[in-house]
């Protein structure tokens, strides 16, 4: 943890002045190592008296990271100013020159940016990084292009974070953020029929922003405050007991039986185990769930003797 207290703002029209920034532009979506080398350039520049601002074009679509989320996570890393700013119809048809005059200079008072190779922005997205060097000799700010982190030949962005979501290869989806892909929220009671029936879980509902992995079930761990918890979870509509209203995130902790009800968890994924799938009874569920407890022990047993080697 860094200790800084971040400012957060949505509205251009509200920006705080700033005497001087770094600034880095994007949209942020997912905070992969991307976005890292992005962000660490800007905080890079605290150490020159600069205030590290992260100025994200937000979009309404499903997000790698919830709001919540991304604001705790660049708080975490040290940003000072986060403009979550939604790409609205005056942003859309603000031209670039426009936005680096009235937006980085005159409010923020940019002495250093930081974007990507194909960074765009502006009314018919115009705006580039050799516009941005341009303007930056005219009034007084340095423009550095961050060369792209690549996996293997491929660059590595949200677009291609949300393919490997999209198929569950949440493995890979770590590999790109550089940390697991997880949920965060307060654990709720369900129908109680776990308890009951089956075996005690905790259950979550991720915020509707939040973009998740196919339905199905995968080994994870859950972190209530300083506590961490190996676990299977089950992401879907629950179909074989017919609560089928919203999605879901159910999870059975290992060797756990505190309660939990209120607190608030974040459920990281680790591998996915299986599809979810309908059963024709709560018997053979519950054969199913402990195969999969027993591959999810089996998969911690071995990481944990890989680690100590």
Same mark, same amino acid.
């Given at each position: 943890?860094?200790?800084?207290?971040?400012?957060y703002?949505?509205?251009?029209?509200?920006?705080?002045?700033? !005497?001087?920034?770094?600034?880095?532009?994007?949209?942020?979506?997912?905070?992969?190592? &991307?976005?890292?080398?992005?962000?660490?350039?800007?905080l890079?520049?605290?150490?020159?008296?600069?205030?590290?601002?992260?100025?994200a074009? $937000?979009?309404?679509?499903?997000?790698i990271?919830?709001?919540?989320?991304?604001?705790?996570?660049?708080?975490?890393?040290?940003?000072?100013?986060f403009?979550?700013?939604?790409?609205? *119809?005056?942003l859309r048809?603000?031209?670039?020159?426009?936005?680096?005059?009235?937006?980085?200079?005159?409010?923020?008072?940019?002495?250093?940016?930081?974007?990507?190779?194909?960074?765009?922005?502006?009314?018919?997205?115009?705006?580039?990084?050799q516009?941005?060097?341009?303007?930056?000799?005219?009034?007084?700010f340095?423009?550095?292009?961050?060369? $792209?982190?690549t996996? &293997?030949?491929?660059?590595?962005?949200?677009?291609?974070?949300? *393919?490997?979501?999209?198929e569950?290869?949440?493995?890979?989806?770590?590999?790109?953020?550089?940390?697991?892909?997880?949920?965060? &929220?307060e654990?709720?009671?369900?129908?109680?029929?776990?308890?009951?029936?089956?075996?005690?879980?905790?259950?979550?509902?991720?915020?509707?922003?939040?973009?998740?992995?196919?339905n199905?079930?995968?080994?994870?761990?859950?972190?209530?405050g $300083?506590?961490q918890?190996?676990?299977?979870?089950?992401? &879907?509509?629950?179909?074989?007991?017919?609560a *089928?209203?919203?999605?879901g995130?159910?999870?059975?902790?290992?060797?756990?039986?505190?309660? !939990?009800?209120?607190?608030?968890?974040?459920?990281?994924?680790?591998?996915?185990?299986?599809?979810?799938?309908?059963?024709?009874s709560?018997?053979?569920?519950?054969?199913?769930?402990?195969?999969?407890?027993?591959?999810?022990?089996?998969?911690?047993?071995?990481?944990?003797?890989?680690?100590?080697?």
């Open positions: 943890m860094t200790g800084v207290i971040m400012d703002q949505k509205n251009i029209e509200k920006i705080p002045q700033v !005497l001087r920034c770094a600034v880095t532009l994007g949209k942020f979506d997912g905070l992969h190592r &991307g976005h890292q080398k992005l962000i660490q350039r800007v890079e520049k605290k150490e020159q008296g600069l205030s590290a601002v992260v100025f074009f $937000d979009q309404s679509n499903r997000m990271l919830s709001h919540e989320e991304r604001r705790a996570k660049l708080e975490t890393m040290g940003v000072d100013l403009l979550e700013c939604p790409l609205n *119809e005056r048809h603000m031209l670039p020159e426009v936005f680096v005059k009235e937006i980085l200079v005159d409010r923020l008072h940019v002495g250093f940016l930081a974007v990507g190779q194909d960074f765009r922005f502006g009314y018919e997205r115009k705006g580039n990084a516009l941005l060097q341009k303007m930056g000799q005219q009034y007084d340095q423009v550095e292009v961050i060369p $792209d982190e996996d &293997g030949k491929r660059k590595i962005s949200s677009t291609y974070v949300r *393919e490997q979501l999209n569950g290869k949440v493995e890979k989806v770590a590999e790109l953020l550089g940390e697991y892909f997880s949920t965060t &929220g654990v709720l009671h369900g129908r109680g029929l776990g308890h009951r029936k089956l075996m005690p879980t905790t259950n979550l509902v991720p915020p509707k922003e939040k973009l998740m992995p196919p199905g079930v995968y080994i994870t761990k859950s972190r209530f $300083d506590q918890f190996h676990g299977i979870t089950n992401v &879907g509509y629950k179909p074989t007991v017919g *089928e209203e919203f999605l995130v159910e999870t059975y902790l290992f060797h756990c039986d505190q309660n !939990l009800y209120g607190q608030k968890s974040v459920v990281s994924f680790l591998k996915f185990l299986r599809p979810e799938r309908r059963f024709d709560l018997e053979k569920l519950k054969a199913q769930l402990m195969a999969d407890i027993e591959k999810a022990q089996n998969y911690f047993e071995e990481t944990s003797k890989n680690v100590d080697c």
